[in-house]
């Protein structure tokens, strides 16, 4: 086994099971490559942990176990397998959901990994070199432990040679319709880096349809598939979904037909989302409630986002277009932008702006996308509904 050495006095984050082991905390390894397993020492050469080579963020590799004699084989993963599907029986037996996450990368206890259920069909992610050597592993430890009807993946990592696609079962025909808390939605697990929905959302969107959209006017910016207008469109008024995506319109348009919504009831508008403020307030619209769920970066028209230095640009252009009493729904899934700093943003450009406004649900990932107590970067998503009034 190779060998990582700790600096003097770094070993007490490790064993507090800090799982993303920093190479600026390693005195000195054994030459490391992606995949490799290495023993994790104290500089008075102490075990302290087992962990793979999977270079990502600010990390050489991810803890796999504190347990000198596990070997890392199939066995490992069907373990943690079987973990991860016993926490999560709930999903498996609830009606009106059937997608969710099986397993989810440090919070489920291996980092760079993540396993996605859609309704039978399985996606894995792979986000670096390293993982995915150990794929004849998980692959076999996933056919031993769950029943899928197929499995596809996804490469999150850059390998000229290496693509996604199908890997075992019975493929279906893309799109696949889903549900979730009695929603339908289009999924294609074959299709770019996104599959149609994000389903870290899913407690967020529920709390929109129940609690802040019944009779509203919903504007709906970033929406990629509409997920956001297709689950309030029913209690809605009316929903405005707006994406600069041309292939956006289409696929708002089929999820809205799946839940019975005749899609020409609502607006969609393929734009810019500052551009879309601007033709509102123009025409005089106002909004009750406005839901923005951006990328963390996007580029249009030589300019960049990024959304810890633009947020406060969204929530002051969402503002001139909000009507009386309206809620601001201001997500973001950067794990680097931690929720004191999104808050901050929040609470300084309101404050500037000079609006009275409250705080009134803030919201993380579900049960099912598992976070790890020691990684606070593993609960990345964070959506907060703000009422103005
Ligand atoms: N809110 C969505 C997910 C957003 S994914 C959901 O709930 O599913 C990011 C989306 O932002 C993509 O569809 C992309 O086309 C869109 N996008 C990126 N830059 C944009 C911009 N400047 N204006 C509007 N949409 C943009």
Request: net charge negative; aromatic share 14%.
């Amino acid at each position: 086994m190779k060998i990582a050495t700790l600096n003097k006095g770094k070993e007490t984050k490790y064993l507090n099971e800090y799982p993303l082991i920093d190479e600026e905390d390693l005195y000195s390894h054994d030459h490391l490559k992606e995949g490799d397993l290495f023993n994790l020492v104290n500089d008075s050469e102490q075990y302290i942990a087992t962990a793979y080579v999977g270079k990502q963020h600010k990390g050489v590799g991810w803890v796999l176990s504190y347990d000198k004699d596990e070997v890392i084989n199939t066995q490992f993963f069907e373990k943690l397998f079987e973990k991860a599907k016993e926490e999560r029986q709930y999903f498996y037996n609830i009606d009106g959901t059937n997608a969710f996450r099986v397993f989810n990368g440090e919070g489920d206890g291996v980092g760079g990994l993540t396993i996605d259920n859609y309704d039978g069909h399985f996606l894995i992610q792979w986000y670096s070199k390293g993982i995915y050597k150990f794929r004849y592993n998980v692959l076999s430890a996933l056919k031993q432990v769950f029943n899928y009807t197929s499995v596809f993946e996804k490469m999150r990592f850059k390998d000229a040679e290496i693509k996604g696609g199908f890997v075992d079962g019975e493929a279906p025909e893309f799109p696949i319709v889903i549900e979730e808390n009695f929603t339908f939605y289009n999924v294609d697990l074959n299709d770019g880096p996104m599959t149609g929905i994000f389903l870290d959302q899913k407690e967020v969107r529920k709390k929109l349809k129940e609690r802040y959209a019944e009779n509203k006017e919903i504007l709906n910016v970033f929406s990629y598939t509409g997920a956001f207008s297709v689950v309030a469109a029913e209690p809605a008024t009316m929903t405005t979904s707006v994406d600069l995506a041309n292939r956006s319109r289409a696929l708002t348009e089929e999820n809205f037909g799946l839940n019975g919504i005749d899609p020409k009831s609502q607006y969609i508008y393929v734009m810019d989302t500052f551009d879309y403020f601007n033709y509102a307030r123009r025409h005089d619209l106002f909004y009750d409630t406005i839901v923005i769920d951006p990328p963390s970066f996007a580029r249009n028209k030589k300019k960049t986002f990024t959304v810890q230095k633009d947020y406060d640009k969204l929530i002051k252009g969402a503002l001139e277009i909000l009507g009386p009493n309206g809620t601001l729904l201001l997500c973001t899934n950067n794990s680097s932008f931690s929720l004191k700093a999104f808050k901050n943003v929040i609470n300084n450009t309101l404050q500037e702006a000079n609006v009275e406004y409250e705080i009134q649900d803030v919201m993380g990932l579900p049960k099912d996308f598992k976070t790890h107590a020691h990684y606070k970067p593993s609960k990345y998503l964070k959506a907060i509904f703000v009422n103005i009034q």
